[in-house]
């Protein structure tokens, strides 16, 4: 199933992105590969450093066999999917009651300060992206908490939260 996806002679999906789309397809029948779309927009936006490009989407909507409309819909549908350059790295903080009660905002502050950003901003080597105050993330039992690229970061404090942020350099 794996082959470069080319588009306009420009985009390419190159083998090591199919074959980790080829991992959220291989959960669904094969009657149902377009259920992959998610995971491969995730795994595609990953590989762009952060964001998707029409082109990037028109080869997800190609290798999924669907229509590429559907494609832009859950794109733009969802809130962990950007369209637009951001900093390569997402960073979404919980500032729900749980998180809130247990720091989240001094958390925020703090990766406020150490970035030098404001949340919707991109650190200006492009390496940040502060994306927004969740209202919830399901990890109150360990808040605060925070996620990077989808991938969750618990218990956090600032002392923390450099460490995190440090092995990104």
Do not use: W
């Not at 985009?11 to 669904?28: C, M």
């Amino acid at each position: 199933m794996i082959e470069k996806v080319i588009l306009d002679q420009q985009t390419v999906l190159p083998s090591e992105v199919l074959a980790k789309i080829d991992k959220h397809i291989a959960k669904f029948p094969p009657e149902h590969k377009r259920s992959a779309m998610i995971g491969a927009l995730t795994v595609v936006q990953h590989f762009n450093k952060g964001y998707l490009t029409v082109a990037l989407m028109d080869a997800v909507a190609d290798y999924l066999d669907m229509p590429e409309i559907a494609v832009y819909e859950v794109a733009s549908f969802y809130s962990m999917f950007e369209t637009e350059e951001v900093g390569e790295n997402s960073i979404s903080v919980c500032t729900n009651v749980s998180c809130m009660l247990r720091g989240a905002d001094a958390i925020l502050h703090h990766i406020e300060n150490r970035l030098g950003i404001q949340v919707g901003q991109s650190t200006e080597d492009g390496k940040f992206y502060l994306k927004q105050e969740e209202e919830c993330l399901a990890a109150c039992c360990n808040a605060p908490m925070m996620q990077i690229n989808h991938e969750y970061y618990e218990n956090l404090t600032p002392e923390k939260v450099d460490e995190i942020l440090d092995q990104f350099k």
